[in-house]
């Protein structure tokens, strides 16, 4: 009777793994969610300026469900649309991350890389992400000036270790970013300064929220900064949250919208529309674009 008990249980906790793991990688990792915030950073008798930040598509060219979801975003009416890297999945990637942001290049845009729109993913141990100082690995090589063209050419502005003023909803923005940190593409240091307060928003942006850039972009006066990259942990546990960033951002600001600490700067993190290829599942962790309102002090 006892043996028959056990049997019963472990079959049964094989079933529960075996169906969670299938909402994971066939529901969860497709319900698409469009997330909202109002973050009081503009003049107190400023009107709301709207920015539509995408991250994390990691697309694959057969992804069509996700670029038509992505492409109605247009209807969403931003002034601004940023987006913060690792748009690419595969060498063939770029027509479908064209198909999806195409509705979007009308509107003034601004635009950081992550490392996988450099290098291609490949498979690596989950667990291997709880290790500190991971080697990391690097693919196949990805068409990462076809795509810095396409979105350069119309209008968007490149921030990878720049720094340039663009008009959004009637204002001026002025905006900085840095090439990613993950691999230690970002020069802060050379587009570093105190933000204008003749600006009506001083925009930061990064593919991985490090400390390190974020206290600099802070501390210089930025009001905004906005990032990818943690995939908001990816595979969550219910009520207590991401169970590692994969870089040095504390888990409890591993996606959302956050006050920097010891700054007046406000912090975005998107939990990413997509996923790394080779681990194609989100639990507790819906893939997101957000639409931030930017509303008065």
């Not at 300026?49 to 492409?71: G, T, Y």
């Not at 601004?80 to 595969?90: E, P, Q």
């Not at 300064?193 to 390190?212: F, K, V």
């Amino acid at each position: 009777m006892r043996k028959r008990t056990v049997y019963r249980l472990a079959a049964g906790t094989a079933m529960a793994g075996a169906a969670t793991f299938a909402y994971a990688a066939l529901v969860e990792r497709n319900l698409f969610t469009l997330r909202r915030y109002d973050v009081p950073v503009l003049a107190t008798d400023a009107e709301p300026l709207r920015i539509l930040h995408l991250s994390d598509l990691h697309m694959m060219p057969e992804q069509r469900r996700k670029q038509h979801w992505v492409a109605a975003l247009a209807g969403t009416d931003p002034d601004l649309v940023v987006v913060t890297g690792d748009n690419m999945a595969n060498p063939d990637a770029v027509p479908g991350v064209m198909r999806a942001l195409q509705p979007l290049l009308d509107v003034p845009g601004a635009f950081v890389f992550g490392s996988n729109d450099y290098r291609g993913p490949v498979f690596k141990n989950p667990f291997s992400y709880f290790e500190k100082d991971r080697e990391y690995v690097q693919g196949v090589e990805l068409p990462t000036e076809e795509l810095r063209d396409v979105l350069v050419g119309a209008g968007w502005a490149d921030l990878n270790n720049a720094r340039t003023t663009i008009k959004a909803g009637g204002r001026l923005i002025e905006a900085v970013g840095v090439d990613d940190p993950h691999v230690e593409r970002d020069d802060y240091a050379s587009v570093a300064g105190p933000a204008s307060p003749a600006a009506d928003l001083r925009l930061a942006l990064t593919h991985t929220p490090e400390p390190r850039v974020l206290d600099d972009m802070a501390r210089d006066g930025f009001d905004l900064m906005l990032a990818g990259h943690t995939h908001g942990g990816q595979v969550c546990v219910p009520f207590v949250g991401a169970l590692v960033t994969n870089c040095g951002l504390p888990r409890s600001m591993a996606k959302g919208l956050h006050h920097w600490p010891d700054s007046s700067a406000w912090l975005h993190v998107s939990a990413g529309l997509g996923t790394h290829p080779t681990a194609p599942i989100r639990f507790a962790c819906r893939p997101e674009a957000t639409l931030l309102t930017l509303i008065p002090r």
